[in-house]
């Protein structure tokens, strides 16, 4: 029931304390009601405002059912796909990753990153100080780079593999074998050429120099498989202006 003011204007509905709330949202919104005289322990705020406030939570109201909907649509398709039974959430569980990693370091190859280069490139990972010169026997060191002599033709799971660790866009010439010399240390090239044949391209780029992921791929692949055309089709990517004979048939 309305009573009606001064000049037409509406200023109660239902109940005072309705009437109180609604203004109150009003007033943080800076919505400005119309008012009359409302008179003793009444609130101001007419029937037009009120109505408009309604129609308002209406609209929140549908907006957030469609938002629930829509994340309960996301949650179903995420559980249909392959695989998504053994995972929590579409994240590899804490427990499950540690187990895998003490693994791989019992039965896959032994890797290791060489960031004494770290003044010729970007800071772009978290870096130790302890120098593999320092945690392995010289004879079992093996230093990968692109501009050895020497061919990589199997993973002996008895030598340690470094990987000259350039996390950068630009390339430095021979920067790893000549480290690898001031060291004495053996040295040995991914069977790239051996394997793999050069392609036509516009830039008539070829290049052997892989980011540290690629050589990763590369090298897990084949202590897996066995076989080089595998992880080299694994981790050397078409831009480097390689591929496999077979693909150019």
């Known amino acids: 029931m309305a009573d009606a ?55 929140l109201a549908a907006r957030r059912r469609k938002r629930r909907q829509e994340r309960e649509g996301s949650r179903a398709r995420r559980a249909e796909r392959p695989g998504a039974a053994g995972r929590a959430g579409g994240r590899v569980p804490a427990a499950l990753a540690k187990e895998r990693l003490l693994g791989a370091r019992t ?46 033709e199997d993973i002996d799971p008895n030598k340690v593999y470094i990987l000259g660790g350039l996390v950068d866009e630009s390339i430095h010439k021979k920067l790893t074998l000549q480290r690898a010399q001031e060291q004495s240390l053996q040295t040995a090239r991914l069977p790239i050429r051996e394997y793999m044949v050069k392609t036509v391209n516009t830039k008539n ?33 078409a831009g480097k202006g390689y591929v496999l004979p077979d693909a150019v048939k």
Not at 16 to 43: F, K, M, N, Y
Not at 140 to 151: G, K, Q, R
């Open 205 to 237: 780029y070829h290049s052997e120099t892989l980011a540290i992921n690629q050589v990763f791929d590369i090298l897990s692949t084949y202590y897996e498989t066995r076989s080089w055309p595998a992880a080299l089709k694994a981790g050397v990517s």
């Open 107 to 152: 039965s896959g190859p032994r890797l290791c990153v060489d960031l004494g280069v770290a003044d010729r490139m970007t800071q772009k990972m978290d870096t130790t100080q302890e120098s593999y010169l320092d945690l392995f026997p010289l004879d079992v060191i093996v230093y990968l780079t692109p501009d050895s002599e020497n061919v990589l």
């Open 5 to 59: 003011g001064a000049g037409g204007g509406c200023w109660s509905l239902e109940s005072d304390g309705e009437a109180a709330v609604a203004c109150e949202a009003l007033r943080l919104l800076q919505i400005e009601p119309s008012v009359t005289d409302p008179g003793p322990g009444r609130t101001e705020c007419s029937r037009n405002v009120l109505r408009k406030r309604r129609r308002w939570e209406r609209v």
